[in-house]
């Protein structure tokens, strides 16, 4: 109450909507719904007894895949082209010349990869040491180069848990490379080339300039990353990791910026696991300039940025789900992002399963 007895707005308390310029749309957030009692639908716990080799799991050394070919005896990052594949190279050329604007096709071309992190499975980034982080990213730059070179854009992504549709325990992430832009990734293009026109820094520079001011919404930083709760965040402990020098594509690190990506990974990564001591699920990838053709234009409006949307809410077994409102209206969510990021820095820097 002020001093005349009349209600004031707290962020923390009441509902507001607020805006993703990245995106050009809007997120509700509804923090008082943090008090409702939940009667939903409870997760299982993260499995913990996956073990160290299993000669049937596809992904470990040696084993055979569906395809009949045998890994090799890897004892570091491994990569592959996906078996079962969503995009292909070799898509023959679409005769169709309708005009129709409401039916329009465009042929789609592209190469599927998997990475595999670690030779063992029962490890994930936060246990693994910090060369072995190392190792991962020098092989994201490798395949975004080699990839690069031919399409336009480079997708690295990784689906971490069963509650994110992960077939597979073993560690280890996917690069889909496409001969076009994908919608998130056109609609960011547009977004921080509009504002680098108008306000002649790119977007996510000046953002960071000022979520470094405040520390609000950080979580951790080091000299050369920060891991921040967006102000914009959908997901309930959702995180972005930005440079704090003008990088485009994540080829363009340095030896150092590697090595302190490697160390706020992992800082970033075990605060999740300690938050409700357990192996956090996620979905994460990387956005940065597009390649192929792109690398002859202008696209100094990118900054590369990773995003970890992770889907637990209240512990380790309940889970916010996107429907109704979110499916037909707009993306909403109830922890306010500054409570998140309250909640992750607070998170131990030492893995509970190391205390």
Same mark, same amino acid.
């Given at each position: ?13 009441? +509902?507001? !909507? *607020? ?21 939903? +639908? ?19 050394? /040696? ?5 009949? !070919?045998?890994?090799? @005896? ?31 096709? =465009? ?57 994110? /549709? ?49 520390? @609000?919404?950080?979580? =951790? ?28 594509? !994540? ?5 150092? @910026? ?11 990564? !075990? ?54 409102? @979110? ?15 309250? *909640? ?12």
């Amino acid at each position: 109450m002020d001093s005349k007895g009349k209600q004031t707005f707290d962020f923390n308390e009441h +509902q507001h !909507i *607020r805006y993703n310029p990245l995106k050009d749309d809007w997120v509700l957030v509804s923090p008082h719904r943090m008090k409702r009692p939940w009667a939903g +639908q409870v997760e299982k716990l993260a499995e913990d007894d996956v073990p160290e080799r299993d000669p049937t799991n596809p992904l470990c050394p /040696g084993s055979r895949r569906a395809n009949g !070919i045998v890994n090799p @005896e890897y004892t570091e990052t491994f990569a592959f082209d996906n078996d079962f594949p969503a995009l292909l190279d070799d898509c023959p050329e679409l005769n169709d010349t309708s005009d129709d604007p409401l039916f329009r096709t =465009v042929p789609a071309r592209g190469k599927c990869r998997v990475i595999c992190f670690h030779p063992n499975s029962n490890i994930s980034l936060p246990l693994m040491t910090n060369a072995e982080i190392l190792k991962v990213i020098d092989t994201w730059i490798q395949e975004t180069i080699q990839l690069g070179l031919t399409y336009n854009w480079v997708q690295l992504f990784e689906n971490k848990g069963a509650i994110m /549709g992960c077939s597979n325990p073993h560690p280890h992430c996917q690069v889909w490379a496409s001969s076009y832009l994908p919608n998130e990734i056109r609609i960011k293009d547009q977004m921080q080339q509009k504002y680098l026109t108008k306000h002649g820094r790119p977007l996510l520079m000046d953002y960071l300039d000022k979520e470094l001011n405040t520390k @609000e919404r950080l979580v =951790v930083e080091n000299d050369n990353w920060a891991v921040l709760v967006p102000f914009w965040a959908v997901w309930p402990f959702e995180t972005m990791i930005l440079p704090k020098r003008h990088v485009q594509r !994540i080829e363009d690190l340095t030896n150092e @910026e590697k090595r302190d990506l490697a160390d706020i990974m992992r800082q970033s990564l !075990i605060k999740y696991d300690n938050l409700f001591e357990t192996s956090f699920p996620y979905s994460m990838g990387w956005h940065g300039a597009p390649t192929g053709q792109y690398y002859t234009t202008d696209t100094s409006h990118w900054v590369l940025h990773a995003s970890y949307y992770p889907p637990l809410l209240r512990s380790a077994t309940v889970k916010k789900f996107m429907v109704g409102y @979110e499916l037909l209206a707009q993306a909403q969510r109830d922890l306010t992002p500054e409570q998140a990021a309250q *909640r992750l820095r607070d998170s131990s820097d030492v893995h509970y399963k190391r205390k």
